[in-house]
């Protein structure tokens, strides 16, 4: 998998029920990412954060991630899952994926679970990692749970959970109304309020001093909705559990700046901490993306033979006119290109001309650009100016160059045309972006 695709929805079964996942990377571990409260595995990598943050752990490892049954994309159920149920599922997602032994990852109210898990198969279980998690759900929760049931109920879907999970984007009004969407998508009102009263129930203390496998256990001091004191007394409990605290940060584990946290994960799973990621060279460029219009329709018409000699063509017009711009012809995508320029004008122009080129030879193509700071991975580059480029392409018509309004601003005077293309959300990233069409 690289950087631009988004994993496909598989299910296995557990019992009579079908349990919705994901898989990212292919590395030598396996990670389980067990959810909090709410989950949806399409939806999520709508979220700012949530799929650079696997992708960052699928670096060096097969990630995981599914819903919980009665959630998200897995299969409806009447009342709400107990814990064996919820082990039962994680199960059948190892098995459906052939994986003997993970690394669990607990969120949130997946602590509970995840400890149950562990400690009833710990020959299934390498590491575990539990994150903002707790084992006594009466320690945080009201007193008054009927009306705290009543107040969830009334305002889900709304997004204003997103004050105690996403607390630094509370006040986004684009990130509160994405939340809510998450809400609706992840459990009914019913459904919610079931697993809330079960959850209420959670106290799995007993068991804590039975776990036997390598545990690393890690909070944020600033989590407002599980306090870091449950974090602490919960690590305490576990025979040598390693504990982490860190001085600041969201209750969900994707937002706000994870470096130390994805450090802290991949040294614990591996014995090794990748360096690669504080040590990465940013240079401020203007990216270029493009594909080839219905590529896989016209290869069906046209034939392999054919199809492959009319790829050749692309590949070379492609590797003369970056050249040409002087732009650095990062990769070939399969049907399109990936290129980074240090001045946003040549990189208009290498896309109008790759394009009217490309038109000529019978391969219509589109091609989107973005400017922002890239990592430059060895041969290879990184980061979200890269992903926002592929975001903008991903809106274009047929032979049309989008730019996001941030070329626009840098090539003011350098002779080039933009039409107004509207405002638009670019899955993935936060907020709406201004996007042009680009024209000589």
Same mark, same amino acid.
């Given at each position: 998998m690289n950087d631009?695709?988004?994993?496909?929805?598989r299910y296995a079964?557990s019992?009579d029920? $079908?349990?919705?996942?994901?898989?990212?990377? =292919?590395g +030598?571990i396996?990670?389980?990412? #067990?959810?909090?409260l709410v989950?949806?595995?399409?939806?999520?990598h709508?979220?700012a954060?949530?799929t650079a943050f696997?992708?960052?752990?699928?670096t060096?490892a097969r990630v995981?991630t599914?819903?919980?049954?009665?959630?998200?994309l897995s299969d409806?159920?009447?009342g709400?899952p107990?814990?064996e149920?919820r082990?039962?599922?994680?199960?059948a #997602?190892?098995?459906a994926i052939?994986?003997?032994r993970a690394? %669990?990852?607990?969120?949130?109210e997946g602590?509970?679970?995840?400890?149950?898990f562990a400690?009833?198969y +710990?020959?299934?279980?390498a590491q575990l990692?539990?994150?903002g998690?707790?084992?006594?759900?009466?320690s945080?929760?009201?007193k008054d749970?009927?009306a705290r049931?009543?107040?969830l @109920?009334k305002n889900?879907?709304t997004?204003?959970?997103?004050n *105690?999970?996403? *607390? =630094?984007q509370?006040?986004n009004?684009?990130a509160?109304?994405?939340f809510?969407k998450?809400e609706?998508l992840?459990a009914s009102?019913?459904?919610?309020?079931?697993?809330?009263?079960l959850n209420?129930?959670i106290?799995?203390? @007993?068991?804590?001093?039975?776990?036997?496998v +390598?545990? !690393?256990?890690?909070?944020?001091?600033?989590d407002?909705q %599980?306090?870091v004191?449950?974090g602490?007394?919960?690590a305490?409990q576990?025979? $040598?559990?390693?504990f982490?605290?860190? +001085?600041?940060?969201?209750?969900a584990?994707?937002s706000?700046?994870a470096?130390?946290l994805?450090g802290?994960i991949?040294?614990?799973? *591996? &014995?090794h901490?990748?360096n690669l990621?504080?040590d !990465?060279?940013r240079?401020l460029?203007t990216v270029?993306f493009t594909? %080839?219009v219905?590529?896989?329709r016209?290869a069906?018409a046209?034939?392999?033979q054919?199809?492959r000699r009319?790829?050749?063509?692309?590949?070379?017009?492609? /590797?003369?006119?970056?050249?040409k711009?002087r732009?650095t012809?990062?990769? *070939?995508?399969g049907?399109g290109i990936?290129?980074?320029?240090d001045?946003?004008g040549r @990189?208009?122009?290498?896309?109008l @001309?790759?394009g009217?080129?490309?038109?000529?030879i019978?391969l219509?193509?589109?091609?989107?650009?973005h400017t &922002?700071? %890239?990592?430059?991975?060895g041969s290879?580059?990184?980061?979200i100016?890269v992903h926002a480029?592929?975001?903008?392409?991903?809106?274009?018509q047929?032979?049309?160059?989008?730019?996001?309004r941030?070329?626009?601003?840098?090539?003011?005077?350098?002779?080039? /045309?933009f039409s107004e293309r509207g405002?638009h959300?670019?899955?993935g990233?936060? &907020?709406?972006w201004d996007?042009?069409?680009?024209s000589a």
């Amino acid at each position: 998998m690289n950087d631009l695709e988004l994993p496909m929805t598989r299910y296995a079964v557990s019992g009579d029920v $079908n349990i919705a996942y994901q898989t990212m990377g =292919s590395g +030598p571990i396996d990670i389980i990412m #067990v959810p909090g409260l709410v989950s949806h595995v399409e939806f999520m990598h709508e979220i700012a954060g949530y799929t650079a943050f696997l992708l960052r752990l699928a670096t060096f490892a097969r990630v995981v991630t599914f819903d919980k049954r009665g959630q998200g994309l897995s299969d409806r159920i009447s009342g709400a899952p107990s814990l064996e149920q919820r082990m039962d599922d994680v199960r059948a #997602v190892m098995d459906a994926i052939g994986s003997q032994r993970a690394v %669990i990852v607990g969120f949130s109210e997946g602590s509970a679970m995840s400890l149950l898990f562990a400690a009833t198969y +710990p020959e299934r279980v390498a590491q575990l990692v539990l994150f903002g998690g707790f084992a006594l759900a009466a320690s945080f929760l009201s007193k008054d749970l009927d009306a705290r049931l009543a107040w969830l @109920a009334k305002n889900w879907g709304t997004g204003r959970m997103i004050n *105690t999970v996403v *607390t =630094s984007q509370a006040a986004n009004p684009d990130a509160v109304s994405q939340f809510g969407k998450l809400e609706r998508l992840s459990a009914s009102p019913g459904a919610i309020n079931a697993i809330s009263q079960l959850n209420a129930q959670i106290d799995v203390r @007993a068991i804590l001093p039975t776990v036997q496998v +390598p545990t !690393l256990v890690l909070h944020r001091r600033t989590d407002a909705q %599980i306090p870091v004191e449950l974090g602490r007394t919960m690590a305490a409990q576990i025979p $040598n559990a390693r504990f982490i605290e860190y +001085p600041d940060g969201d209750h969900a584990f994707w937002s706000g700046d994870a470096d130390a946290l994805l450090g802290d994960i991949e040294e614990f799973a *591996t &014995g090794h901490r990748d360096n690669l990621s504080t040590d !990465l060279e940013r240079v401020l460029a203007t990216v270029l993306f493009t594909d %080839i219009v219905d590529s896989t329709r016209s290869a069906a018409a046209m034939g392999d033979q054919a199809w492959r000699r009319s790829l050749d063509s692309h590949d070379q017009l492609a /590797k003369q006119i970056v050249e040409k711009h002087r732009g650095t012809l990062v990769k *070939t995508t399969g049907d399109g290109i990936l290129a980074t320029f240090d001045g946003p004008g040549r @990189a208009v122009r290498c896309a109008l @001309a790759f394009g009217s080129a490309a038109k000529q030879i019978g391969l219509p193509l589109r091609a989107g650009l973005h400017t &922002g700071e %890239i990592e430059i991975r060895g041969s290879d580059i990184g980061g979200i100016a890269v992903h926002a480029a592929a975001r903008v392409m991903a809106q274009c018509q047929s032979s049309e160059v989008l730019v996001s309004r941030v070329v626009t601003d840098l090539v003011a005077g350098a002779g080039l /045309k933009f039409s107004e293309r509207g405002s638009h959300e670019l899955k993935g990233l936060p &907020g709406r972006w201004d996007l042009f069409a680009a024209s000589a």
